[in-house]
């Protein structure tokens, strides 16, 4: 079964870095596309960044140039790379992985960044 579980979030000054992971079962990395989103609160969950099957990358401007996504294809581990965080930044990220008809999420993981 597809599992997917997020980890490497917690507080971080402004202007600092944080690297998320997504250790996934079930996920192959030539069939599945992959994400990160994150929700605010109060705001609608967005898109931070996706890997495409074939490798692809697409950025929203609101963070391109500042997050890097990445795939271990090894270890089946999806990376999302942060740096010159923002308090905008602040939410909860969820990866994600998409194949057609199906769309899986993990549970999320916190990113607080303080000014």
């Known amino acids: 079964q597809v599992q997917l579980v997020e980890s490497g979030g917690g507080l971080v000054q402004a202007g600092g870095s944080l690297r998320l992971s997504c250790a996934t079962s079930?996920?192959?990395?030539?069939?599945?596309?992959m994400a990160w989103y994150r929700q605010a609160p109060g705001k609608q969950r967005e898109l931070v960044a996706a890997?495409?099957?074939?490798?692809?990358?697409n950025y929203p401007d609101s963070v391109n140039g500042r997050v890097t996504i990445s795939r271990d294809n090894g270890q089946d581990t999806v990376y999302l790379q942060m740096n010159s965080l923002k308090p905008e930044d602040t939410g909860v990220y969820y990866c994600?992985?998409?194949?057609?008809?199906?769309?899986?999420w993990g549970r999320g993981t916190q990113v607080t960044v303080s000014s």
């Open positions: 994600n992985a998409a194949s057609y008809g199906n769309m899986y």
């Open positions: 079930g996920i192959i990395f030539a069939v599945h596309d």
């Open positions: 890997i495409m099957r074939g490798g692809r990358r």
